[in-house]
């Protein structure tokens, strides 16, 4: 059993299940209780329910999404962080998997903030449909004249667990939001790069998370008034072991500032002179990232796409952090699961293999932590204490 909090796996255990919670735990034969139903379990390996907490779930057809999010558990992700969406949409997938009508990942949403200037952007107008661009609640236009004790309440009111900070924000007014958001006991996930606010003015700000190693070249970069330029920055310019990335990362540290890396959208996407550049820089940060102790939180922005991986992205974002990213396999199962749970604000109840939380987990035919790979051996996942089928 390896029980997503970093410790090492622990061998021959019993877990007990009970109205979907974990309810006890312990050595072989030791829990002295008969349970209902049994699985065997014997030879295979425990790990929580993987989460993927950087995805979209977007405005597809209902049966599309519905089959993205089957596809997406039965391949072993048992949570997902959508990081804005409608959320409209995302509230009535949210509330079809925890009413047992459709099967899919325990889904988290956030609501969106950005500058004026973000409004014209085709992906928030898809997501805000019968809204003047900027006044959905989960999709607000905010700067110097917003009531942010107003716009955080309405935020609250979508359902969403927190705040993604996206573009055309200044300092001033990323400070604002994030006071008020944790004022309010929600969380606050930035775009690493708002523009014009670089992402130092993001960590002193007090952010939860920064989305997107690449971004973060723009700490080092005087070019930061357009966000559609942010996917290109100067790597070349600001090396991965510049003062400027060492000063920023050492800032994260201090602030208990977690990285959201996404290696798997950045490994794609871009001519072939960027990704050379931008593929060996963003591990590298990574990796000095995992060094210090930053909190690596893994996701994805892809959450499942069968035409390429016949399971989830995320497995593959697994391999990538163990290969290049620095992290060891039992880390990154962590940044996948409890790291993931604190994302999404759900750790106290989820996202480790610890008694009272949710009785997420995946049943491997394969060690994990000798081979990161073997997140893919599937035998079983348990959702909320239900076999999927
Ligand atoms: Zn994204």
Same mark, same amino acid.
């Given at each position: 059993m390896i029980d997503g909090t970093g410790a090492p796996a622990r061998p021959h255990q019993d877990l007990l299940i009970r109205g979907g919670k974990i309810a006890a735990l312990g050595p072989t034969g030791a829990l002295g209780q008969a349970p209902d139903s049994v699985i065997d379990a014997a030879g295979l390996f425990a790990i929580?329910?993987?989460?993927?907490?950087?995805t979209h779930l977007g405005n597809a057809p209902w049966e599309q999404r519905a089959a993205t999010l089957k596809g997406a558990i039965m391949g072993g992700v048992t949570s997902v962080l959508t990081l804005a969406d409608d959320a409209r949409s995302n509230g009535d997938l949210q509330r079809a998997v925890v009413a047992g009508q459709i099967q899919g990942p325990r889904v988290y949403y956030v609501a969106l903030f950005g500058g004026p200037a973000f409004f014209s952007d085709p992906r928030v107008l898809d997501a805000s449909r019968g809204y003047a661009p900027g006044t959905a609640p989960w999709m607000q236009s905010v700067g110097e004249g917003t009531n942010f004790a107003e716009a955080v309440t309405l935020a609250r009111g979508t359902g969403a667990m927190g705040v993604k900070l996206y573009a055309a924000l200044d300092s001033v007014t990323v400070a604002r939001a994030t006071a008020e958001a944790h004022r309010q006991g929600i969380k606050v996930i930035a775009h690493s790069a708002v523009f014009p606010g670089k992402p130092g003015d993001l960590? +002193?700000?007090?952010?939860?998370?920064?989305?997107?190693?690449?971004?973060?070249?723009?700490q080092g970069s005087s070019r930061s008034d357009n966000f559609l330029v942010r996917a290109n920055g100067d790597f070349l310019g600001v090396p991965a072991n510049s003062p400027a990335i060492e000063n920023l990362l050492a800032m994260m540290k201090q602030r208990g500032t977690a990285l959201n890396p996404t290696f798997w959208v950045f490994e794609r996407g871009a001519p072939d002179s960027l990704l050379n550049v931008r593929t060996p820089w963003m591990y590298a940060v990574t990796r000095r990232a995992n060094e210090l102790g930053i909190r690596i939180v893994a996701g994805t922005d892809g959450l499942y796409n069968p035409r390429t991986d016949s399971l989830p992205t995320l497995h593959h974002e697994l391999e990538v952090m163990v290969e290049h990213g620095g992290l060891t396999p039992l880390q990154a199962i962590t940044s996948a699961t409890l790291n993931g749970a604190w994302a999404c604000g759900a750790d106290a109840t989820s996202g480790s293999?610890?008694?009272?939380?949710? +009785?997420?987990?995946?049943l491997l035919t394969a060690d994990p932590s000798a081979d990161i790979r073997n997140t893919r051996a599937i035998r079983h996942v348990v959702q909320g204490g239900r076999v999927i089928r």
């Amino acid at each position: 059993m390896i029980d997503g909090t970093g410790a090492p796996a622990r061998p021959h255990q019993d877990l007990l299940i009970r109205g979907g919670k974990i309810a006890a735990l312990g050595p072989t034969g030791a829990l002295g209780q008969a349970p209902d139903s049994v699985i065997d379990a014997a030879g295979l390996f425990a790990i929580p329910g993987l989460i993927d907490a950087h995805t979209h779930l977007g405005n597809a057809p209902w049966e599309q999404r519905a089959a993205t999010l089957k596809g997406a558990i039965m391949g072993g992700v048992t949570s997902v962080l959508t990081l804005a969406d409608d959320a409209r949409s995302n509230g009535d997938l949210q509330r079809a998997v925890v009413a047992g009508q459709i099967q899919g990942p325990r889904v988290y949403y956030v609501a969106l903030f950005g500058g004026p200037a973000f409004f014209s952007d085709p992906r928030v107008l898809d997501a805000s449909r019968g809204y003047a661009p900027g006044t959905a609640p989960w999709m607000q236009s905010v700067g110097e004249g917003t009531n942010f004790a107003e716009a955080v309440t309405l935020a609250r009111g979508t359902g969403a667990m927190g705040v993604k900070l996206y573009a055309a924000l200044d300092s001033v007014t990323v400070a604002r939001a994030t006071a008020e958001a944790h004022r309010q006991g929600i969380k606050v996930i930035a775009h690493s790069a708002v523009f014009p606010g670089k992402p130092g003015d993001l960590v +002193a700000a007090g952010v939860d998370m920064l989305a997107h190693t690449p971004y973060l070249v723009w700490q080092g970069s005087s070019r930061s008034d357009n966000f559609l330029v942010r996917a290109n920055g100067d790597f070349l310019g600001v090396p991965a072991n510049s003062p400027a990335i060492e000063n920023l990362l050492a800032m994260m540290k201090q602030r208990g500032t977690a990285l959201n890396p996404t290696f798997w959208v950045f490994e794609r996407g871009a001519p072939d002179s960027l990704l050379n550049v931008r593929t060996p820089w963003m591990y590298a940060v990574t990796r000095r990232a995992n060094e210090l102790g930053i909190r690596i939180v893994a996701g994805t922005d892809g959450l499942y796409n069968p035409r390429t991986d016949s399971l989830p992205t995320l497995h593959h974002e697994l391999e990538v952090m163990v290969e290049h990213g620095g992290l060891t396999p039992l880390q990154a199962i962590t940044s996948a699961t409890l790291n993931g749970a604190w994302a999404c604000g759900a750790d106290a109840t989820s996202g480790s293999l610890v008694v009272g939380k949710d +009785a997420d987990l995946l049943l491997l035919t394969a060690d994990p932590s000798a081979d990161i790979r073997n997140t893919r051996a599937i035998r079983h996942v348990v959702q909320g204490g239900r076999v999927i089928r």
